[in-house]
């Protein structure tokens, strides 16, 4: 399957909010695993495998994004921001080494099985 790799930068007031996101998304737009980057330092990996991992009981779970991700990205301009009150929103597409340079770096190792 073919990917597209983003890196959205989000100047915002909020502190609960990533400043940014970083996105792999499929040709359908959906997006199979993001990273959620915050002002303090902290990440989140996260991956439609790990719902379905932990067997939670839900409908299968295929994006981890509502609608597809190119329509919701419509009008941003790659590198130039947006501005909508205190927020601007950047768009840029990335190369995928980029990306797994952050997932790998970031992600957390799958925890041992018992013996």
């Known amino acids: 399957m ?3 790799y983003y890196r959205c930068d989000w100047i915002h ?3 609960e909010e990533p400043v940014i ?6 040709i359908a737009g959906d ?3 993001l990273i959620d980057v915050f002002a303090d330092g902290r990440r989140q990996c996260m991956s ?3 719902f379905t991992a932990e067997g939670r009981d839900m409908l299968e779970i295929t994006s981890l994004v509502e609608g597809s991700f190119y329509d ?3 009008g941003l301009v790659d590198g130039i921001f ?12 990335i190369a995928a080494d980029r990306f797994e340079v ?5 992600r957390l190792p799958a925890p041992d099985k018992l013996h």
């Open 2 to 4: 073919s990917f597209s």
């Open 13 to 15: 007031p909020e502190n």
């Open 21 to 26: 996101v970083y996105y792999e998304v499929d």
């Open 31 to 33: 997006v199979p695993r």
């Open 48 to 50: 439609v495998v790990d």
């Open 72 to 74: 919701g990205i419509t």
């Open 82 to 93: 947006f501005e909508e009150g205190q927020d601007r929103i950047s768009m840029t597409r």
């Open 102 to 106: 952050e997932w790998q770096a970031h």
